[in-house]
């Protein structure tokens, strides 16, 4: 097991079950984004929701491309995921009741302890995982997947530590730290992406990257998130002059899709040169209810409750990743994966709020149980080479994030894509970051194959979604093949 967040601490406990785990990774609790995470758990547990309507909202935030067998699981055991923390001794906010957030239309994000959700999650499974003496934990970081007779059988670890296994399952979370501008880890680099793809694992829908509207934006302090709640409770977006803006952009204003307030919040800023802020004053106890956001302003010398705080958006959420079936299976045998290092189709081309702790828990729990084959996703065709070399050792970390954030943010053009994907591919840097650069480099050219803008991907040269494009792209060591998406069936 590689990975100590929601999907790896939840995946080790039910696969102990199973006999012994080795539990690989560092201790420092916020390289998982897990502890960051302040919004909920999405699980349709409320009165007047259900399965089917979670089902709906995941399927109109992934804008065409959910694999919806991989949501159909998500939204049926959630609820069970959910049910079995409580169980186990976990407590959740307002006595269990699930709370109303942007893009449900149903109660159904439950909360536990306000907006830190994540970080009593983490600290209650990590606590749940450190008492089992099943599972041994060795702090290091992996650094390759031994592959035997086609078959993941253990992992390289640093100082050239190997450790056997039947299996592995990666658990490594996303990549979102190769921006800059991002919301989580600066660790998050993307190391499964890179651990599979170095095995001649599958990875898919590298393109999509969710993009948070809200992030702080202070010279010299992280981008840290904003919580959609706060708008949800009457925070304003507004210009330098205190003009309210998201109202000339869609019906919802400020409560309107993150991708659509992304590019809004972006195109204000570039129109007046001048910052865009957002406005809490008008919520009542904004920093005791909203502790984290309110303690992230101070950090950057701001009080929330008395001013409007600059914010721009920031790198999210990473949609892509190593290509699993329901079960966490890879193309590689005996190697999984879940949670945010995964991607089964559930999210799409865009990830509905709160579903990804879900999904942690969902496909965590099934990676333990799942049984050796089949592998069930069928990508087609021969695939088509890579035109590009990969990068050799990249370029530094600095530079990668500075052009990831200038050319692969909120809005693309195939011209600079073009270029991004030059400059990364052979890139040889004393110092460079290998992980990142690889990473980066996968995401401009999947970015720049794609010619539509569809979720988390917008491209300013094919402004509108084209139906043609409603396929997966996947892509290994080999080159790039397609996955179709299954016809939707009619629900409502
Ligand atoms: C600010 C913020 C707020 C969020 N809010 C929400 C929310 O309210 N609801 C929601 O559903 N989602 C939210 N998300 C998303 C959610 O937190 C993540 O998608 C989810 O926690 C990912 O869990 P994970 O277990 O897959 O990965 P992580 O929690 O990121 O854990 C990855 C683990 O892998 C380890 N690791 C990395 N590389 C290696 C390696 N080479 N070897 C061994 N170990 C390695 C890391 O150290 C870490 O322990 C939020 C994200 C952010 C950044």
Same mark, same amino acid.
């Given at each position: 097991?590689?990975?100590?967040?929601?999907?790896?601490?939840?995946?080790?406990? !039910?696969?102990?079950?199973?006999?012994?785990?080795?539990?690989?990774?560092?201790?420092?609790?916020?390289?998982?984004?897990?502890?960051?995470?302040?919004?909920?758990?999405?699980?349709?547990?409320?009165?007047?929701?259900?399965?089917?309507?979670?089902?709906?909202?995941?399927? +109109?935030?992934?804008?065409?491309?959910?694999?919806?067998?991989?949501?159909?699981?998500?939204?049926?055991?959630?609820?069970?995921?959910?049910?079995?923390?409580?169980?186990?001794?976990?407590?959740?906010?307002?006595?269990?009741?699930?709370?109303?957030?942007?893009?449900?239309?149903?109660?159904?994000?439950?909360?536990?302890?306000?907006?830190?959700?994540?970080?009593?999650? !983490?600290?209650?499974?990590?606590? #749940?995982?450190? +008492?089992?003496?099943?599972?041994?934990?060795? +702090?290091?970081?992996?650094?390759?997947?031994?592959?035997?007779?086609?078959?993941?059988?253990?992992?390289?670890?640093?100082?050239?530590?190997?450790?056997?296994?039947?299996?592995?399952?990666?658990?490594?979370?996303?990549?979102?730290?190769?921006?800059?501008?991002?919301?989580?880890?600066?660790?998050?680099?993307?190391?499964?992406?890179?651990?599979?793809?170095?095995?001649?694992?599958?990875?898919?829908?590298?393109?999509?990257?969710?993009?948070?509207?809200?992030?702080?934006?202070?010279?010299?302090?992280?981008?840290?998130?904003?919580?959609?709640?706060?708008?949800?409770?009457?925070?304003?977006?507004?210009?330098?002059?205190?003009?309210?803006?998201?109202?000339?952009?869609?019906?919802?204003?400020?409560?309107?899709?993150?991708?659509?307030?992304?590019?809004?919040?972006?195109?204000?800023?570039?129109?007046?040169?001048?910052?865009?802020?957002?406005?809490?004053?008008?919520?009542?106890?904004?920093?005791?209810?909203?502790?984290?956001?309110?303690?992230?302003?101070?950090?950057?010398?701001?009080?929330?409750?008395?001013?409007?705080?600059?914010?721009?958006?920031?790198?999210?959420?990473?949609?892509?990743?190593?290509?699993?079936?329901?079960?966490?299976?890879?193309?590689?045998?005996?190697?999984?994966?879940?949670?945010?290092?995964?991607?089964?189709?559930?999210?799409?081309?865009?990830?509905?709020?709160?579903?990804?702790?879900?999904?942690?828990?969902?496909?965590?729990?099934?990676?333990?149980?799942?049984?050796?084959?089949?592998?069930?996703?069928?990508?087609?065709?021969?695939?088509?080479? !890579?035109?590009?070399?990969?990068?050799?050792?990249?370029?530094?970390?600095?530079?990668? #994030?500075?052009?990831?954030?200038?050319?692969?943010?909120?809005?693309?053009?195939?011209?600079?894509?073009?270029?991004?994907?030059?400059?990364?591919?052979?890139? +040889?840097?004393?110092?460079?970051?290998?992980?990142?650069?690889?990473?980066?480099?996968?995401?401009?050219?999947?970015?720049?194959?794609?010619?539509?803008?569809?979720?988390?991907?917008?491209?300013?040269?094919?402004?509108?979604?084209?139906?043609?494009?409603?396929?997966?792209?996947?892509?290994?060591?080999?080159?790039?093949?397609?996955?179709?998406?299954?016809?939707?069936?009619?629900?409502?």
């Amino acid at each position: 097991m590689l990975g100590r967040g929601a999907a790896g601490l939840f995946c080790a406990l !039910h696969a102990a079950e199973r006999g012994p785990v080795t539990l690989v990774a560092p201790s420092a609790p916020l390289g998982s984004a897990t502890a960051w995470a302040q919004g909920g758990i999405a699980a349709a547990l409320g009165p007047d929701d259900s399965p089917e309507l979670h089902a709906l909202d995941t399927l +109109d935030a992934g804008a065409g491309l959910c694999d919806e067998r991989a949501v159909e699981v998500l939204v049926r055991e959630a609820p069970q995921a959910v049910r079995e923390l409580q169980a186990m001794g976990m407590a959740f906010d307002e006595g269990g009741t699930p709370s109303l957030e942007g893009g449900h239309r149903a109660r159904r994000v439950m909360h536990a302890g306000g907006d830190a959700s994540g970080r009593v999650l !983490h600290r209650f499974l990590g606590r #749940r995982v450190a +008492d089992d003496t099943r599972v041994q934990w060795i +702090d290091q970081l992996a650094r390759a997947i031994v592959l035997r007779d086609g078959r993941a059988a253990g992992v390289v670890l640093e100082a050239d530590r190997r450790v056997e296994s039947d299996r592995v399952v990666l658990a490594t979370g996303g990549a979102c730290g190769i921006f800059g501008r991002r919301t989580g880890p600066a660790t998050s680099l993307g190391d499964g992406v890179v651990l599979a793809w170095d095995a001649g694992a599958a990875l898919a829908d590298l393109e999509f990257i969710q993009f948070h509207p809200t992030a702080l934006d202070v010279p010299g302090h992280p981008a840290r998130l904003l919580t959609e709640a706060l708008r949800g409770e009457g925070a304003l977006l507004v210009d330098a002059k205190g003009a309210r803006f998201m109202p000339r952009f869609h019906e919802l204003a400020e409560l309107a899709p993150r991708d659509v307030v992304a590019r809004a919040v972006v195109q204000v800023r570039e129109q007046t040169g001048e910052p865009v802020y957002l406005d809490a004053r008008a919520i009542a106890d904004v920093t005791t209810r909203f502790p984290v956001a309110a303690e992230s302003c101070l950090q950057a010398g701001l009080d929330i409750s008395r001013e409007p705080v600059p914010v721009a958006p920031a790198a999210h959420y990473f949609v892509g990743g190593v290509l699993t079936d329901t079960w966490g299976r890879t193309s590689i045998p005996g190697l999984l994966a879940c949670g945010e290092v995964a991607s089964t189709g559930v999210h799409g081309a865009n990830r509905l709020a709160s579903n990804s702790l879900a999904e942690a828990l969902v496909f965590g729990r099934r990676a333990a149980l799942a049984a050796d084959e089949p592998w069930g996703v069928e990508p087609i065709g021969d695939p088509t080479p !890579h035109e590009l070399a990969p990068p050799l050792r990249g370029l530094t970390l600095g530079e990668v #994030r500075e052009l990831c954030d200038r050319f692969l943010g909120v809005r693309r053009r195939g011209d600079e894509l073009s270029d991004v994907t030059s400059t990364l591919s052979g890139s +040889d840097r004393d110092g460079g970051n290998h992980i990142a650069t690889l990473v980066a480099w996968i995401v401009a050219l999947a970015a720049l194959r794609r010619l539509e803008s569809r979720g988390g991907h917008f491209r300013e040269d094919f402004p509108q979604p084209d139906p043609n494009w409603r396929i997966r792209q996947v892509v290994d060591r080999g080159g790039w093949r397609t996955l179709a998406v299954p016809e939707a069936q009619p629900r409502r």
